[in-house]
């Protein structure tokens, strides 16, 4: 049964880094468009990144361009988000997805349409 399980959430003070993983399960990910989204308390759930099938091409939200990377390791079959620079807006619930469809990084992160979802993962930044 295709999952996606994330990891490595927690409590980071403001400026602080760092990095959570999505491992997949029964999900080709090199042929899968993949990305990250967050939803904080009472907020819509907003993509953050998002990188099309084949990799090629990524879309970052304004709000995280320049301190949040978004990679992959196809052999691990595990998605990462490397964020720096955190600030306390950050704090919020961190979900991996994926996808089989060929649509743009953009249109994955703006309309949320992906069909298989992590479970969510933490996020505090505080001091």
């Known amino acids: 049964q295709a999952q996606l399980v994330e990891s490595g959430g927690g409590l980071v003070r403001p400026g602080g880094s760092l990095n959570v993983s999505c491992s997949a399960f029964?999900?080709?990910?090199?042929?899968?468009?993949v990305g990250w989204f967050r939803q904080a308390p009472a907020k819509e759930r907003e993509g953050i990144v998002c990188e099309n099938s084949g990799g090629y091409s990524r879309y970052y939200a304004d709000s995280v361009k320049g301190r949040f990377t978004i990679s992959r390791d196809d052999l691990k079959k595990t998605i990462y988000l490397q964020m720096n620079s955190l600030k306390p807006e950050d704090t919020a619930v961190y979900y991996c997805?994926?996808?089989?469809?060929?649509?743009?990084?953009?249109?994955?992160?703006?309309?949320?349409?992906?069909?298989?979802w992590g479970q969510g993962t933490q996020v505090t930044v505080s001091s």
């Open positions: 029964s999900i080709a990910l090199p042929n899968y468009a």
């Open positions: 997805a994926a996808d089989s469809g060929l649509f743009s990084a953009d249109y994955y992160c703006k309309s949320r349409n992906l069909n298989y």
